[in-house]
């Protein structure tokens, strides 16, 4: 029984790699498709939302049997544990991810943004799509030194989508109300991706350390 419990954990890792990875592509292609108004790309990650959806469903009632039926205690509880919660996490992650993409097909064949926050907006791109990358690799392997380089991305994309609040609210911006609201939603949605990594690197670092109030910090 105890080497099926522990197959049925190692389960639990690999499903979460599973789907960090596909949410890896679905930032990729969708804030390419933001960036450069690629129609195709962005109902493609649309379109390969529900497997996202899906996988965390199927990963949630592995671990809820895994409670019903082994009754894990100390590490091994928290790990199941943790695991829907991270499994949350990722599944709205892929959301987001939709989001941004369904922008590019409704502003199509028009960007998105105008010109002076392009810029902007292909780095918070860059840095969303560098945090599910590392967040992908932290969860293969726990190498908890990429915790850090998630938090920093962070706090760079933080930065940025700051400055995009007060761009808009500046007296030099001619965006109309449409684009207005079409550019805080996208850095809503970038933003929030970010913070999805960072709970999920938080969490890991529990489970590797046992410290919660050093991953909180």
Do not use: C
Not at 85 to 97: C, K, N, Q, Y
Not at 116 to 135: I, P, Q, Y
């Amino acid at each position: 029984m105890r080497e099926v419990f522990q197959q049925e954990l190692r389960e639990v890792q690999d499903r979460l790699v599973e789907i960090s990875s596909l949410v890896t592509v679905a930032i990729t292609n969708a804030t390419t498709a933001f960036n450069e108004s690629n129609v195709s790309l962005a109902e493609s990650v649309i379109a390969e939302d529900h497997k996202i959806d899906a996988l965390a469903v199927s990963l949630d009632e592995l671990a809820i049997n895994i409670l019903a039926l082994q009754q894990p205690v100390a590490r091994d509880l928290r790990i199941v544990v943790s695991a829907l919660r991270i499994s949350a996490s990722l599944e709205r992650m892929g959301d987001l991810a939709e989001h941004i993409a369904q922008l590019a097909r409704y502003r199509y064949p028009d960007k998105v943004v105008k010109k002076s926050l392009r810029g902007t907006f292909t780095e918070m791109g860059r840095l969303d799509v560098n945090m599910a990358k590392n967040l992908t690799v932290l969860l293969t392997n726990e190498d908890l030194a990429l915790v850090e380089v998630i938090r920093e991305d962070d706090d760079s994309l933080d930065e940025l989508h700051v400055s995009v609040f007060d761009a808009v609210l500046g007296e030099t911006w001619k965006g109309g109300a449409v684009d207005t609201v079409d550019v805080t939603l996208a850095s809503r949605y970038h933003e929030r991706f970010g913070d999805h990594a960072v709970a999920i690197a938080k969490k890991v670092q529990y489970l590797a350390t046992g410290d919660w109030a050093g991953a909180a910090e």
